[in-house]
């Protein structure tokens, strides 16, 4: 069974900086997609930032871009979100998600919540203004 375990939310001013974790276990995919998603208080959940384990690229919202930095040990199953430069519209619920078939997008990467079978619990990220 895959689980996927976020940490590293809390409350920040703005302009400060967190360094969000997730760790993957129980899965064996030979080709997987992963990525972060966030969701803020009566909006709906949207893509953050992607990056393939195939060659470490990367993909970003432009809300985030410059701002946020994703980044893997795969050693460690270890995927990570450096957010600096926070904002009061960062305020979410940030969710670590993963796909095991992502060969059927045709994409390494597609901003879609609805696409991603595993997710995260969650971690609550807060910036005050």
């Known amino acids: 069974e895959v689980h996927l375990v976020e940490s590293g939310g809390g409350l920040v001013q703005a302009g400060g900086s967190l360094r969000l974790s997730c760790t993957a276990s129980?899965?064996?995919?030979?080709?997987?997609?992963i990525a972060w998603f966030r969701q803020a208080p009566g909006k709906e959940r949207e893509g953050v930032s992607c990056?393939?384990?195939?060659?470490?690229?990367?993909y970003y919202a432009d809300s985030v871009k410059g701002r946020f930095t994703i980044s893997s040990d795969n050693a460690k199953n270890t995927v990570y979100l450096q957010m600096n430069s926070l904002k009061p519209e960062d305020t979410a619920v940030y969710y670590c998600v993963l796909e095991g078939s992502p060969a059927k997008w045709g994409s390494w990467c597609v901003f879609v919540a609805s696409e991603y079978d595993y997710w995260g619990q969650g971690t609550q990220v807060t910036v005050s203004s």
């Open positions: 129980g899965f064996t995919f030979d080709d997987y997609a």
């Open positions: 990056i393939s384990t195939d060659d470490d690229s990367t």
